[in-house]
Structure formats: C-alpha cells, structure tokens
C-alpha cells in the first residue's frame, strides 16, 4: 500500500511540474526591441512614474470655432476663471440692489427700534 501511494504521488509531483513548463519558446532579442519600439511610438511605454496611466489621446469631435465660439459664451455667463481669484466660478456680477440708501437706513433703524438687530453674539439669536 505504501509503495502504490507513493508512486501515485511521485507520478503526480511529475506530471505537475511538466503541466507548468512554458510551452512557447523564449523570445528573441529583436523581438523584444521590436515590442519595445512598438510601445514607445504607441504612447503604452512611459519613463518612471511621471505619466501613470499613460494618457490616451482623444479625438475632438467639434472644430476650432465651435470651442471658440464655447470658450465666448463662457466668458460671458462669468463662468471662466484665471487661475485662483474665483473660485468657484460666480456668475456675472448682480444689477444691484432695488432700493435706495435712505430706504435701507430706514429699514435699519425700525430693526434697531424693535430690538431685530444686535451687534455681536451677545443675544444671538436676537429676542424679539
């Protein structure tokens, strides 16, 4: 019994390691060069970390004019920025207030009168 088990296991240890061998031969010196030069011109191949996922070129679908004339359009509506000094992007400036100076004093002095306004976080929120 113990001489068929360990010829069963022997075969299998065999058998298993000829299953693994790689069965396609080496490749060449030139093929990998031309593989190399393949990648490079194809974009896949990149140097170092610098351009992780290589970046895969897109095809624009609109002309020159068309993202122009976009680009206007955005300018316009207030939605382009330079650089950091708005973000994020405000619309155009508002018209301005409806009112006038003398009504929003006015308008100030009843909410001091009624006790609506307060100066600091002493009684926020304001009683009244």
């Known amino acids: 019994?113990?001489?068929?088990?360990?010829a069963i296991l022997l075969s299998l240890g065999l058998s298993a390691g000829a299953y693994a061998?790689?069965?396609?031969p080496p490749l060449t010196r030139a093929q990998v060069q031309a593989e190399l030069a393949q990648a490079k011109?194809?974009?896949?191949?990149?140097?170092?970390?610098?351009?992780?996922?290589a970046v895969q070129a897109q095809a624009s679908?609109?002309?020159?004019?068309?993202?122009?004339?976009?680009?206007?359009?955005?300018?316009a509506?207030?939605?382009?920025?330079?650089?950091e000094e708005q973000?994020?992007?405000?619309a155009a400036a508002s018209p301005g207030s409806h009112r006038t100076r003398g009504e929003v004093r006015a308008e100030l002095a009843h909410a001091k009168a009624s006790?609506?306004?307060?100066?600091g976080d002493?009684?926020?929120?304001?009683?009244?």
């Open 21 to 24: 061998a790689d069965t396609q």
């Open 41 to 53: 011109a194809s974009g896949e191949y990149s140097f170092g970390e610098l351009d992780y996922p």
């Open 61 to 75: 679908h609109l002309t020159r004019a068309q993202v122009q004339e976009e680009l206007d359009q955005a300018r």
């Open 1 to 6: 019994m113990k001489t068929l088990t360990t």
């Open 87 to 90: 973000y994020p992007p405000q």
């Open 122 to 128: 002493l009684d926020y929120p304001p009683q009244g």
């Open 77 to 83: 509506a207030g939605l382009v920025t330079y650089g």
């Open 115 to 119: 006790g609506e306004y307060s100066f």
